[in-house]
T-cell receptor, first 112, second 115 residues
């Protein structure tokens, strides 16, 4: 099956620092997604990317869809304590009805 | 803002018992999904549902699992005879339609504990 590997697995950063996390896939996706999950909650969509090479921002978050269609990164600028959580990359093949394949997750902890 | 809701938030059941997990998708959404997340692991796709039938399912979704839309608002996941390894968070999701930019919105999850 399709595998999505994220790095790093976890990270501790100081409040105010920028953060970067990556996701690589064993196969091509036509849509890349980034979700955040707080403890005991469901995943919340942060950014969706639909074209190879696309760079999209959502506030302090920026994500890019790799040109090979097999990778993506997420940057968070000027981190704040509420950025704490698990960040999942995810891929989807084509239609919006199709299943989302999730990555292994990056656990982010922000030290005030 | 409309959201997906799920009940119960936590369900404890004995091995071999049947459980039904309930979801109310966002009202104008047409596609419905179930995912599960074993503690500390990634979220895994189980099944997608459209027009009163399953459109896709994973190898996890075996004969012990079934889904149903019993009325115009609820979407349920039934596990017929629970096993210890069914213990996980179960997330319901819904999306408006099938175009490339219609994303899935997730509910808060039901934590299922099988003892």
């Amino acid at each position: 099956g399709q595998q999505l590997n994220q790095s790093p697995q976890s990270m501790f950063i100081q409040e105010g620092e920028d953060v970067s996390m990556n996701c690589t896939s064993s196969s091509i996706f036509n849509t890349w997604l980034w979700y955040k999950q707080d403890p005991g909650e469901g995943p919340v969509l942060l950014i969706a990317l639909y074209k190879a090479g696309e760079l999209t921002s959502n506030g302090r978050l920026t994500a890019q869809f790799g040109i090979t269609r097999k990778d993506s990164f997420l940057n968070i600028s000027a981190s704040i304590p509420s950025d704490v959580g698990i960040y999942f990359c995810a891929g989807r093949d084509s239609g919006g009805y199709q299943k989302v394949t999730f990555g292994t997750g990056t656990k982010l902890q922000v030290i005030p | 803002e409309p959201e997906v809701t799920q009940t119960p938030s936590h369900q404890v059941t004995q091995m071999g018992q049947e459980v039904i997990l309930r979801c109310v998708p966002i009202s104008n959404h047409l596609y419905f999904y179930w995912y599960r997340q074993i503690l500390g692991q990634k979220v895994e796709f189980l099944v997608s549902f459209y027009n009163n039938e399953i459109s896709e399912k994973s190898e996890i979704f075996d004969d012990q699992f079934s889904v149903e839309r019993p009325d115009g608002s609820n979407f349920t996941l039934k596990i017929r005879s629970t096993k210890l390894e069914d213990s996980a968070m179960y997330f319901c999701a819904s999306s408006v339609g099938d175009s490339g930019s219609n994303e899935q919105y997730f509910g808060p999850g039901t934590r299922l504990t099988v003892t």
